[in-house]
């Protein structure tokens, strides 16, 4: 999840270096500079202190230069051998810290539910509200949709008509990629230059073209106990959405208001009404039964809708193939 720092405090942002897929000490690690988010430089050259693991940095935020709301960005440089890198970190200054995908203040300003008002029910309430829509909408999703980092072994699919390896990554839009490890064999691995890799950032889908008859990439697809071997790939890489959007919010806020309508009993539908001669039925159609199927509450229909669109590859997508 992105690094969160409360207005006008000082807190810590951090880090984990990887090289070859592995966590390591740079020969030396600093912040080139941090952005506010109106983009001004605001910090640089800053001195960064090691973690409580190999290859994790930190550093400590001034109070004095968190008094902006928004996202900022800082690039962390450091160097490896004799190899120079940097790398772009987001984390963002807020006024209430958010658990999940909205805080409940965002609820109370979206809210059209009139038992959910400025003062009622309380943030600590609200919060466990939030905390179930968050366990439900990841389920929907496939996993949380959030900034963070991740390391996953995946398996690849062999190009062998453009001589090359497609990789579907588990979680969208991604951000960067530090690290590919390809499995050539039982016993043997291979680093891709990622540089050379073709990424659609939007379906987190990688591309990587090669003649594999050269030594650089000689993928072992059979073996001598005629067991076809699926190559894996070994990916570090930074994906999720760096704000949550404002329809992911939306959803986030009536699955609030259904959740606490149940908890209050608003819930409940009329199955027939009859005055003498005259008699009404309300049903719920197909469409809605599906979607409250789907997840579990009421109004499902249009929560559906809005959250659709950011669910993690692997939950509605294709497993290969040029995506998006």
Same mark, same amino acid.
């Given at each position: ?68 709301? /928004?996202?900022?960005?800082? %690039?962390?440089?450091? $160097? ?5 890198? +940097?790398?772009?970190? #987001?984390? !963002? ?91 050539? /064999?039982?016993?043997?691995? %291979?680093?891709?230059? $990622? ?5 659609? +950032?939007?379906?987190? #889908?990688? !591309? ?6 050269v030594p650089t990439l000689r993928i072992c697809i059979f073996d001598p ?100």
């Amino acid at each position: 999840m992105l690094d969160q720092i409360l207005i006008n405090t000082s807190d810590r942002i951090e880090i984990d270096v990887y090289y070859n897929n592995v966590l390591t000490a740079p020969t030396s690690i600093s912040i080139r500079e941090i952005r506010d988010p109106n983009g001004v430089v605001i910090l640089t050259s800053q001195a960064v202190i090691a973690g409580s693991t190999t290859g994790r940095y930190y550093f400590t935020v001034p109070s004095a230069d968190t008094g902006t709301l /928004g996202v900022y960005t800082a %690039i962390w440089h450091f $160097v490896i051998g004799a190899a120079t890198y +940097e790398h772009t970190q #987001y984390f !963002e200054v807020v006024s209430s810290l958010r658990q999940g995908y909205i805080t409940p203040y965002e609820v109370r300003q979206k809210t059209i539910y009139s038992a959910i008002t400025d003062s009622s029910p309380t943030d600590a309430v609200l919060q466990k509200y939030i905390d179930r829509s968050t366990d439900i909408m990841d389920a929907y999703f496939g996993d949380s949709i959030n900034y963070a980092q991740y390391t996953e072994k995946i398996r690849c699919v062999l190009d062998k008509v453009h001589s090359g390896v497609h990789v579907q990554l588990r979680h969208r839009p991604l951000i960067s990629l530090t690290s590919v490890q390809l499995m050539q /064999g039982p016993t043997n691995t %291979i680093d891709l230059d $990622v540089d050379y890799i073709r990424k659609n +950032e939007e379906s987190a #889908y990688l !591309e990587y073209f090669q003649d594999i008859s050269v030594p650089t990439l000689r993928i072992c697809i059979f073996d001598p106990t005629a067991t076809q071997i699926i190559p894996v790939a070994t990916c570090v890489y930074t994906a999720g959405y760096v704000t949550v959007p404002d329809r992911v919010k939306q959803a986030a806020t009536m699955i609030v208001e259904q959740l606490y309508k149940q908890t209050k009993g608003d819930d409940n539908q009329l199955v027939r009404f009859k005055i003498q001669d005259t008699s009404e039925t309300y049903k719920t159609d197909e469409y809605q039964q599906n979607a409250m199927a789907e997840l579990g509450i009421k109004g499902s229909q249009t929560i559906i809708k809005l959250l659709r669109p950011y669910c993690q590859p692997f939950r509605r997508f294709g497993f290969a193939g040029v995506l998006g």
